[in-house]
């Protein structure tokens, strides 16, 4: 005797109608708080802007909204940095494709290096994020903090350990390490300053970033001190 065919069972994973303005809601104020605090992070500091400001400016009436969305303060500050570092993802994934076939000179890798992250200099969210950048900049550790967190498994992860390479080959590796970290550094701090300045100052954005490249390049380049 056949058997009856079974009922399929719904699938828990996907939103019901009834559960899918609520979701889009949570979205709305997630985001909402992203920018925010993308904002507040960028203007007074991620480890002194108030939650409070934070909520206030998204809208919000509940001082626990950045917990519930993102774990509070320092979710909210990875957050920022991930999504700054994914912006430049399909960027940095062309370039580590076309040196596929032969490796790249020093000025190309910091070239590539620089090159995506100064493009964030052409929006507001990119000129914000950068001011947040700038704060983390100190803590960059070749080989550890600037290799996890936000950067882990990304392109910039790649090109870094290229860069490393590359200048441990001129220099040796204490050399190269203590210079690259002095790059990342400076390097954040100059485009954090360049954020904050009016749009219409300075140099021309390619020239101003061709300029970057070179003198970067120069200090990474140079021979160990005897």
């Known amino acids: 005797m056949p058997r009856p065919a079974s009922t399929p069972r719904p699938d828990s994973t996907r939103a019901t109608p009834t559960e899918r303005p609520a979701q889009a809601r949570s979205a ?11 904002k507040r992070f ?4 991620w480890r002194t802007a108030r939650i409070r400001d934070i909520v206030g400016d998204a809208g919000q009436g509940n001082d626990s909204a950045v917990n519930y969305h993102f774990g509070g303060r320092g979710g909210l500050l990875e957050d920022v940095l991930r999504r700054g570092v994914l ?4 960027e940095r994934r062309a370039d580590l494709r076309r040196w596929s076939p032969s490796p790249p000179d020093l000025d190309e890798i910091v070239r590539a290096v620089v090159s995506p992250l100064a493009d964030l200099l052409n929006d507001d969210e990119g000129r914000w994020t950068l001011r947040v950048i700038a704060q983390v900049g100190p803590l960059a550790e070749i080989g550890g903090a600037v290799t996890t967190g936000p950067v882990a498994d990304t392109a910039l992860q790649i090109q870094l350990g290229i860069l490393d390479s590359t ?6 590796q204490e050399w190269a390490r203590h210079r690259v970290r002095q790059m990342i550094v400076m390097l954040t701090a100059e485009l954090a300053a360049r954020a904050c300045a009016p749009t219409d100052k300075g140099p021309a954005h390619e020239a ?8 970067l390049a120069i200090g990474l380049g140079r021979p160990a001190p005897r």
């Open 28 to 38: 709305v104020t997630r985001e909402a708080l992203f920018q925010a605090g993308l």
């Open 42 to 45: 960028a203007a007074d500091g």
């Open 87 to 90: 912006r430049m993802e399909d």
């Open 167 to 172: 200048v441990t080959a001129r220099c040796g």
């Open 208 to 215: 101003y970033v061709a300029d970057l490249v070179d003198w």
